[in-house]
């Protein structure tokens, strides 16, 4: 069956520092990925999304990057974060001519 | 441009009482309908999807919805609400626009009195 995990679970940094946020999907081939941001109180907001390997579509201008290096593998960065870079991170997937999204448990980010 | 509205950003009930939560959409064809749900600290769980055929789509967890395209509304209900079901519950709206994208709406925080 198929699972997706996403770490951490939990993160605190400071502003201005470096960000990482991995997400691996397995038991399925090819799935398109994505990032969504959850802020405090509101709906989801999709960040990024990949067909493949290497294409990236960036939904929003801001102040972080995807990346994805193997199939299955996903990255959330940044160089430098901001406060309102503050939130709670969601990686999901999908399949070709299956419309429903499978979550992991999310990364819940606090930037001080 | 796709959107979704959930006008209730959170609604209480009693545990045994039915339940209601609304949610519109707006797109220029029939999209793909979706409900999901969140515990606290988690993922998203898909509870139902519909796209076409009967407009009363059954869920997991005996949770329903129905499609109504005159009112573009997709309102997900329950007969009897358990403690359980206190949750974070989203409808969403997707559609095949180079790729499939799924745009949620803002949330629906159910809270169920003992």
């Known amino acids: 069956s198929q699972t997706i995990h996403q770490w951490p679970a939990t993160l605190v940094q400071p502003v201005g520092s470096p960000l990482s946020l991995e997400c691996t999907v397995e038991g399925t081939s090819n799935p398109n990925l994505y990032w969504y941001r959850q802020a405090a109180g509101r709906g989801l907001q999709l960040l990024f999304y990949s067909v493949g390997i290497g294409q990236i579509s960036s939904e929003v201008p801001q102040n972080l990057s995807a990346s994805r290096p193997q199939d299955r593998q996903f990255i959330l960065s940044s160089k430098k974060l901001l406060l309102s870079d503050s939130g709670f991170y969601l990686c999901?997937?999908?399949?070709?001519?299956?419309?429903?999204?499978?979550f992991g448990s999310g990364t819940q980010l606090s930037v001080l | 441009a796709q959107s979704v509205t959930q006008p209730d950003i959170h609604i209480t009930v009693s545990e045994g009482a039915s339940l209601e939560l609304r949610c519109n959409y707006s797109y220029g064809a029939t999209p793909y309908l979706f409900w999901y749900v969140q515990s606290p600290g988690q993922g998203l769980q898909l509870l139902l999807k519909y796209f076409s055929g009967d407009t009363l789509v059954q869920g997991i967890k005996g949770f329903e919805a129905e499609f109504k395209r005159s009112q573009s509304s997709f309102n997900l209900r329950k007969p009897s609400v358990h403690w359980s079901d206190a949750a974070e519950y989203f409808c969403?709206?997707?559609?095949?626009?180079?790729?499939?994208?799924?745009?949620f709406g803002a949330g629906t925080r159910l809270f169920v009195k003992a």
């Open positions: 969403a709206v997707g559609a095949w626009t180079g790729g499939f994208k799924t745009i």
């Open positions: 999901a997937w999908d399949q070709d001519q299956d419309e429903k999204l499978f």
